[in-house]
């Protein structure tokens, strides 16, 4: 079956420091990764997205991707965490039988 | 341009109650969406409509039923409330180019409903 892992539910660092924010997928064709994120009492925001060619995606606030096929993970890091980067992190997959799957999430805190 | 907006923002209903969340957006977009979003189950695709005119089936339907109005309006209708309904609900949409999912989703700020 087509899923997508986040292994993390709560990831924790500290100001300054890199972050990454795992993912995993299991899935037939060709994988189209996305990531999201949500503040508090919001809606979810894009942050980036893997389709096809570079593997390593930058999207917004500063956030990269590596989409790795041999490890079938798509990370997501930052070499420099804000506290405002706290919220909480969706990874997903846009599967073939027009479904979109999502991870479970992984909650973000960035320690001042 | 307000982006995807949805209302109401917070409901209680009593059990067996019915009850329309509105969805809209402004953006010309062809494929909206409405999800659930509960502790510790992620976001889950209730349902979707890929274009003006049709309707799909997401993960979890049961309880539910929608209506694409037109390109801008799609409503989710909850015929008879359930405990098991309380969540936060949102709606969401894209342009949808070509395969859908692979472009960008614009969510609202959902709408946090509880069914006592």
């Known amino acids: 079956a087509q899923s997508v892992a986040q292994p993390e539910d709560q990831v924790n660092v500290a100001e300054g420091n890199p972050l990454t924010v795992k993912c995993t997928y299991s899935v037939s064709g060709n994988p189209y990764l996305f990531w999201y994120v949500q503040y508090p009492n919001r809606g979810l925001q894009f942050l980036l997205k893997?389709?096809?060619?570079d593997n390593l995606v930058k999207g917004s606030y500063g956030f990269e991707a590596e989409f790795n096929k041999s490890q079938t993970s798509f990370h997501l890091k930052k070499p420099s965490a804000l506290v405002s980067d706290s919220a909480l992190y969706f990874c997903g997959y846009a599967g073939n039988n027009r479904k979109l799957i999502w991870g479970l999430g992984t909650s973000l805190a960035v320690n001042p | 341009n307000a982006g995807v907006t949805q209302t109401p923002k917070f409901q209680v209903l009593k059990t067996g109650q019915s009850m329309t969340l509105q969805c809209a957006q402004d953006?010309?977009?062809?494929?909206m969406y409405w999800y659930r979003q509960d502790p510790g189950m992620g976001l889950r695709l209730i349902y979707y409509?890929?274009?003006?005119?049709?309707?799909d089936k997401g993960e979890v339907p049961n309880g539910y039923n929608v209506s694409r109005l037109n390109k801008r309006e799609f409503s989710l209708r909850l015929e008879s409330a359930a405990p098991s309904q309380t969540s936060v609900y949102f709606c969401?949409?894209?342009?949808?180019?070509?395969?859908?999912?692979?472009?960008?989703?614009?969510f609202g700020p959902g709408t946090r409903l509880t069914v006592l």
């Open positions: 893997y389709i096809t060619g």
């Open positions: 953006m010309n977009h062809n494929s």
């Open positions: 409509s890929a274009s003006e005119g049709t309707t």
């Open positions: 969401a949409s894209t342009v949808n180019r070509g395969r859908l999912g692979t472009d960008t989703q614009y």
